[in-house]
């Protein structure tokens, strides 16, 4: 679409990596994680042991301890800052894939699309020195008490974004969200009067 | 006078508005007093400005050095740092980039009905 150059398109401070995404997905797991940990917690960062709860289909809270991606903003995760952070499960991909209900080539296909990101609420997050190949799931989000969180976390984090990393990242979570609505969503384009 | 080709994609909607379209100028190979064609590409719902905004910036459509100033102020940082124009970005690195079809969701959704439990 672009041809090869999205070069004049990245912020500035990007723009150095432009071959790297440019390349992607090749040699992804060279440059999306930082090399050290900062002493602050950053968006994009994974815990491990993280307490994630959604509501099921019952209704009933239904909670998993997880390793999980923080994706409240960097301000917002400081401490005394955000009342709570948010934070993505990420999923072992390996157990995903010999739980999965997909089989053969459909499966085959599946992992392929989650490896290369090309499923829009997913990242895939490669093998590094302390984690496994991975899946974060941007449709699965859980606030966390940032108390509780800044009071647990420790030496809980296992890996940290590079500032490229996180740039992707960003790109991801803002297609998830801010991708066009379905053709059939038919929203009203009559505002609703002010009030006073 | 600047030769523009409009170009949509994503047909679901006609963009109501300049800036629905996204400008796409490619590198100019010739040497002349012309500006080369620019193509507009629609990535959906965008940022709205109004015409008149866009020509506070200081651009005019007629001249030949058009492509080089509207690079500036519109695909800079004042773009890339919005929501719109990062999801725009993903599509460009990621062209195949779609959302799960109905049995990945079904899959996913099962993994989660193993992994977490009723509290």
Known sequence: ?196 | MTMALLEQEELDSTPTAFFDWSIYAPKSSAQTDRSSPMTFINFGPQIVLSATEIFALGQSVTDVSVQDRFSLPLVGDFSAKNLKHLSAIAKLLIPELREMTSGERRNLHSYYKKVYRKV
């Open chain 1, 1 to 196: 679409m672009f041809g090869d150059d999205i070069f004049p398109y990245l912020p500035e401070n990007i723009k150095p990596f432009s071959q790297q995404l440019k390349q992607f997905p090749e040699n992804y797991e060279k440059w999306v994680y930082a090399a050290a940990y900062r002493s602050e917690t950053y968006q994009g960062d994974v815990f491990a042991d993280v307490p994630f709860v959604f509501v099921d289909e019952d209704g009933d809270p239904a909670q998993a301890q997880l390793a999980g991606m923080v994706v409240s903003n960097t301000c917002d995760t400081q401490p005394n800052q955000g009342e709570f952070v948010v934070l993505a499960p990420l999923i072992d991909l390996e157990t995903y894939r010999q739980s999965s209900e997909l089989e053969g080539e459909e499966l085959a296909n599946h992992v392929r699309a989650v490896t290369e990101n090309k499923i829009s609420n997913l990242m895939f997050l490669p093998r590094s020195e302390t984690t496994l190949d991975s899946l974060v799931d941007f449709g699965n989000l859980c606030s966390v008490s940032g108390a509780y969180f800044h009071q647990k976390k420790g030496k809980n984090r296992i890996v940290s974004l590079s500032l490229v990393g996180h740039y992707f990242m960003l790109v991801k979570l803002a297609y998830h969200f801010t991708r066009p609505e379905a053709a059939d969503a038919l929203r009203d384009s009559v505002v609703q009067p002010g009030g006073d």
